[in-house]
């Protein structure tokens, strides 16, 4: 609907710019949607501003973060269970300070490198970027997953040397049932069906919060207290500790978190495509 023009007033005639009001239709607030015709592409998770810091500053946020991350799961299991005999209570504090400690990890170092720390994500945001849009190149990742190992490493040694435990040494906490192994599926394709669908409705600003509290509610609902992240594996085998994995059981773990990537991906491309492009 339009704004009809005023009449002229001999004494003083306006400009003709000032008698006409800007065309307005009542749909104009739809415009506003991420979602609607024009808009800009919504980023991939974890994706940098244009300005982006040199690489070696994202990779050492990446082996920074993933390292802090895998002292704050290991740290806080090797305290519950110095404090309490009851698994529960183990379990309670495990996750409660992981919660607390990812989310504060990716919202410092999420401006800097997207704060993926796990393989899983990087590998997926590659995939999804792999035509040209926004996220990590095949150079970037080549650097990204390395890093996040080495730090998952020094993470767990880490954890062990602030509580006199062995520097390294090999769990003995076997993980190869079949039943954690689904966990792990349901574990990773979550927090990828997650961190990508807040991608397509532009509310990645709420991702140290849902992160978060995913990571701290699938501890507790999925059978392998979701690990979800290879890196993050591979560490805890280094460590014969209450969150610990035995090496035997590693391989299988990624393997099914790779399955959980691409099955998290299908669902987002199940649930969140179609509604984009009837928007467009």
Request: glycine share 12%; no cysteine.
């Amino acid at each position: 609907m339009t704004v009809p023009e005023a009449p002229e007033a001999p004494e003083a005639p306006e400009a003709p710019e000032a008698l006409e009001a800007p065309e307005t239709t009542e749909h104009d607030g739809a415009e506003k949607s991420p979602l609607a015709s024009g808009a800009e592409p919504q980023p991939a998770p974890g994706a940098t501003p244009s300005q982006a810091p040199p690489l070696l500053a994202r990779a050492a946020a990446e082996l920074v973060g993933t390292a802090a991350l895998v002292a704050v799961v290991v740290g806080s299991g090797i305290q519950a269970t110095g404090l309490t005999k009851d698994v529960g209570l183990q379990l309670l504090a495990n996750s409660t300070a992981t919660v607390f400690g990812l989310g504060v990890l990716i919202l410092l170092l999420g401006p800097v490198s997207g704060a993926h720390f796990n393989p899983a994500v990087t590998l997926a945001e590659w995939w999804t970027a792999r035509g040209g849009g926004a996220g990590v190149t095949q150079r970037e990742a080549a650097v990204y997953v390395p890093t996040q190992i080495v730090g998952a490493i020094a993470g767990a040694i880490l954890a062990d040397a602030m509580f006199g435990e062995p520097l390294v040494k090999w769990s003995t906490h076997d993980r190869s049932a079949g039943h954690l192994l689904l966990g792990e599926v349901v574990a990773t394709a979550g927090l990828i069906l997650l961190i990508f669908g807040l991608a397509r409705i532009d509310r990645l600003r709420f991702a140290p919060v849902a992160v978060a509290s995913y990571i701290g509610a699938a501890y507790w609902f999925t059978s392998s207290t979701s690990f979800a992240n290879p890196a993050v594996t591979i560490g805890r085998a280094f460590t014969d500790t209450f969150a610990g994995i035995a090496p035997g059981s590693v391989v299988g773990f990624i393997g099914m978190q790779l399955i959980g990537v691409v099955v998290g991906l299908a669902l987002v491309a199940l649930i969140f495509l179609p509604g984009r492009k009837a928007a467009e």
